[in-house]
């Protein structure tokens, strides 16, 4: 298993939403080691992106979103779920991957199919938001077994507020795997 590079990151989104798949997630948490393989994503593009947090300019929750790439943006919604991102792009672009779905690799007792249900299982809270992903406790791997995926392309899940772009197809997940989230 060898932790991706800053380099990675510092990518257009897309490329980097895409090539997330089959990558394996990893967070050493109360002495656990929990890894995950991601099989599902979804891109948003910075502030012109009218689904994406940022598109509401720079504020202490989006602020990790504006700065370099390769940290974790972790939220919380309904005042109940968090989700996590990986920002991308160069700082000041304010672009994100969502995370949606794992496939359990190690010590994982829970749903991974849905990114609220992803940070439950993988214990990941806003203590990790703006965690630098190039840790030793926290970061996304190449599995060194990373076979060949077939890679499907969908609009986002849960965005319809954001015109033309709720029909953009930024949600990729690899094909045929059963922890697809549901839309």
């Known amino acids: 298993m060898t932790k991706l590079p800053r380099a990675f990151y510092d990518r257009d989104t897309i490329v980097v939403a895409q090539e997330l798949l089959g990558k394996w997630l990893f967070h050493n948490a ?7 393989k991601i099989v599902e994503v979804e891109a948003y593009l910075g502030e012109h992106d009218l689904a994406a947090h940022s598109s509401k300019g720079l504020t202490e929750r989006t602020k990790t979103m504006f700065g370099p790439p390769g940290f974790a943006y972790v939220y919380l ?20 991957v969502l995370l949606r779905a794992l496939e359990p690799v190690k010590n ?16 990941i809270d806003r203590r990790l938001n703006n965690h630098d992903l190039l840790s030793d406790a926290f970061f996304i791997a190449e599995p060194g077994t990373a076979g060949k995926i077939s890679i499907v392309k969908r609009p986002r899940i849960g965005v319809d507020y954001a015109k033309h772009w709720a029909k953009r ?11 697809v989230s549901r839309p």
Do not use: Q, W
């Open 30 to 36: 109360d002495g656990v080691e929990r890894i995950g």
């Open 77 to 96: 919604i309904y005042g109940v779920h968090h989700c996590m991102n990986v920002v991308t792009e160069r700082a000041g672009h304010a672009s994100a």
């Open 108 to 123: 994982l007792a829970g749903k991974t199919n849905g990114p609220g249900l992803l940070c439950r299982t993988m214990k």
């Open 169 to 179: 197809r930024l949600r990729f997940y690899i094909k045929g795997n059963p922890l």
